[in-house]
C-alpha cells in the first residue's frame, strides 16, 4: 500500500491575492504638419481643395482644442516632423507642427 502526503495548506496561503501583470503603455505621441485651420469641418474640407491645387499632396483633418487643422503629414518623432517642415515652409511659409 502506498501512503501520499498531503501538502498542508495554510489559511494565508489561500486568503493570499493573486497578482495579475498588466502591461500598460502609453499612447504614443504623433507630429503632424499644420498648414491650415478652421472652426468647421465644412469650412477644413473647402480648404483641402482649395490646397490641393496649391500642392498635391495627401491632406488629412486633425481635430481637437474646437479646430480642425489641416495636415500634410503625419510622423511617429519631432525629428522627422521638422524635417519634413523645413521642405514644406517653401510651399506653407506658416507651417507648423503639432504635437498631439
Known sequence: ETV???????PAAI???VK????VTAPQKRYYIIVASS????NAELAIK????KMKAEYTVVE???RHRISVGEYNNVGEAN???????NTFH???VLTH
Open 15 to 17: 486568503e493570499e491575492p
Open 50 to 53: 482649395e490646397l490641393t491645387r
Open 4 to 10: 501520499q502526503e498531503v501538502a498542508a495548506v495554510t
Open 39 to 42: 472652426p468647421n469641418a465644412k
Open 94 to 96: 506658416d507651417a507648423w
Open 64 to 66: 481637437g482644442g474646437g
Open 20 to 23: 495579475e501583470v498588466v502591461e
Open 83 to 89: 524635417k519634413a517642415l523645413s521642405l514644406i515652409k
